[in-house]
Structures are given as C-alpha cells and as structure tokens.
C-alpha cells in the first residue's frame, strides 16, 4: 500500500471497499510507511498506510494492539475506526483530533502558556505511567494538544506493564520531554 514515491494530494485509495479521499501527506517514511490525512466513510481521519514487509507489517500490527490497549486502560489517542491488512500492506485509519502538535505548539506559546504546556505534558505521563504505560519515544512531536486535552500520537512506541512503573521510571519520561523545551 505504500508507493515508491510520495504522491501529491489529492488521490484516492479504496480500503475495506470504502474510498479514502487523501487531502494531505503528513509524513513519508520510504518502504515503510505513509501517514495521510483525509476523508474516509464521510469522516476526517488520519490513516496510516504500511508496506508489505514483514517488519512494516508488524509496526502495523502493533500499533492496532497499542491503540486497543490503550483505550482499555483510559488514556486518549486516536481511535481505530478501520484496519486492513493485505498482500500489498497494511491500512490503519484512525479518528482525526483537534488541536495542535505540541512541539508547534512550543515553539509558538509565550512562557506562561509554554509552563502551562509543561505542566500538562508532566501530568499526562503520569497518567499513563500510574496505567502502567511507558512512551519510549518521548518527544513533543508524539503529543497532540487542545486547550487542557492531551493525546498521543505515536501509540507504536508505548510498552505495557501490569502495574504502574516505578519511581525512577516515572521521572525518566517527564525529564526528556521537559529537555525539549526552550529555557
């Protein structure tokens, strides 16, 4: 399902047998993967488009899992309204969400806002580090931020425990997003 090349929107894939009407590119990763952002079953979406590999296959497969078990234990991302996987790929189409990225988000937020931004970030991965969650790849670029909600993004990166983390575990993810801020 991924091209050899980026193609330029607008264009058109049928998934499940429903037409995703691709309006934007929002990230190219060359035989892997291809984020789009669209209109699917008369709904704004999201849909991440996988390639036939094995390892883009599995990314695809993990990240369906991620997403379900995520919900389970009461944490926002997005919402999987549609997977397909054939022997061309892999199709995850998700629920689009408002508001901004939150490195965009920094980058445009005077300091009060910026420290308020902090605060919710530090907040929401003590949420999910009390539901057991633990994002590995914590950057800003993998929070979606609207007004006082918060979502991640890249639910691909996150790992499971039984229980929540330990101490020390819990202050490693606040120190690397608190790293990327402007001082």
């Not at 229980?163 to 819990?170: F, G, K, S, T």
Request: proline residues 7%.
């Amino acid at each position: 399902m991924v091209p050899a090349r980026a193609p330029a929107p607008p264009f058109s894939l049928s998934i499940d047998g429903d037409q995703l009407d691709v309006s934007e590119v929002l990230r190219w990763l060359p035989d892997r993967r291809l984020v789009v952002a669209g209109r699917y079953r008369d709904t704004v979406v999201v849909a991440k488009l996988f390639s036939a590999q094995r390892r883009s296959r599995l990314e695809a497969q993990n990240e369906l899992a991620a997403l379900g078990r995520l919900t389970e234990r009461g944490i926002p991302a997005p919402q999987c309204l549609q997977f397909e996987q054939t022997e061309q790929g892999s199709a995850l189409v998700m629920s689009s969400l408002s508001g901004r990225i939150a490195d965009e988000y920094e980058r445009q937020a005077d300091a009060p806002r910026a420290a308020a931004l902090c605060l919710q970030l530090v907040s929401f991965t003590g949420r999910m580090h009390r539901s057991g969650c633990w994002q590995s790849d914590a950057h800003l670029g993998n929070f979606m931020i609207d007004g006082g909600h918060s979502w991640l993004l890249d639910v691909a990166s996150v790992s499971f425990r039984p229980a929540p983390l330990d101490d020390r575990r819990q202050l490693q993810n606040p120190a690397v997003l608190l790293s990327q801020f402007r001082p």
